[in-house]
């Protein structure tokens, strides 16, 4: 089955400053991945996701980059606010077999002022 | 659109009884899928319903079950807590088979003592 690993489990910036978090997958035949920020006592709430046959996605301060040959994919936060303090997560889908999704292991966002 | 609702949202259970979680998605939505939060393991996932059919399962042993009504609502049942079985339940909605965005709900905080 899908393995996904996530990169940096702590991450701290100053605000205003960039944040990138890393993620592998083991499955090629993965086709969608999404990325969830979840809040402290909060639920994942998706945030940004991107398809296979799409290599960047953008939405205002927050993009996501794919690399299917060498199967990772990143999310690139810009303009830090402490708004963005998270816990973020990311996943993959597996083509077919329905919408089960596999997560990483979450990365701790801090923005400090 | 109203979101994803779970109830209860908390409930504690001592080891050897059975619980049941109910999950209502986001109007129109057919695909429920059941994910256990844990500090240690993190999101896994446990089942998706379509369409009342349980299109997918995870890793989890026979006592974790699930179904699913006419109006897309899901129950998750759990027999015989275990004290390992504490966690955040969560439960996601889906459009269809073919749209992959899932939306969480606030899930159920279950303990076990």
């Known amino acids: 089955g899908e393995n996904v690993e996530q990169h940096p489990s702590t991450l701290s910036v100053q605000e205003g400053d960039s944040a990138v978090i890393k993620c592998t997958y083991s499955?090629?035949?993965?086709?969608?991945f999404p990325w969830y920020k979840q809040e402290l006592g909060k639920r994942p709430q998706l945030i940004i996701d991107?398809?296979?046959?799409?290599g960047e996605k953008k939405d205002q301060r927050i993009a996501v980059t794919l690399n299917k040959t060498a199967k990772h994919f990143s999310l690139h936060i810009t303009e830090t606010q402490p708004e963005d303090s998270a816990v973020y997560f990311c996943?993959?889908?597996?083509?077919?077999?329905?919408?089960?999704?596999?997560f990483g292991t979450g990365t701790q966002l801090k923005v400090e002022l | 659109k109203a979101g994803v609702t779970q109830t209860p949202r908390y409930l504690i259970k001592t080891r050897g009884q059975q619980v049941t979680l109910s999950c209502s998605p986001i109007?129109?939505?057919?695909?429920v899928s059941w994910y256990q939060q844990t500090p240690g393991q993190g999101l896994q996932f446990l089942f998706e319903y379509f369409s009342e059919t349980q299109r997918n399962k995870g890793n989890f042993p026979g006592r974790f079950s699930g179904r699913q009504f006419s109006n897309s609502r899901s129950e998750m049942n759990v027999s015989t807590l275990e004290l390992g079985d504490s966690a955040l339940y969560l439960c996601?909605?889906?459009?269809?088979?073919?749209?992959?965005?899932?939306?969480f709900g606030p899930g159920t905080r279950l303990t076990v003592t």
């Open positions: 996601a909605s889906s459009l269809s088979g073919q749209t992959y965005e899932q939306y």
């Open positions: 109007s129109g939505h057919r695909s």
């Open positions: 499955d090629s035949a993965s086709n969608y």
């Open positions: 996943a993959a889908k597996e083509t077919g077999g329905g919408n089960k999704l596999t």
């Open positions: 991107i398809r296979s046959n799409v």
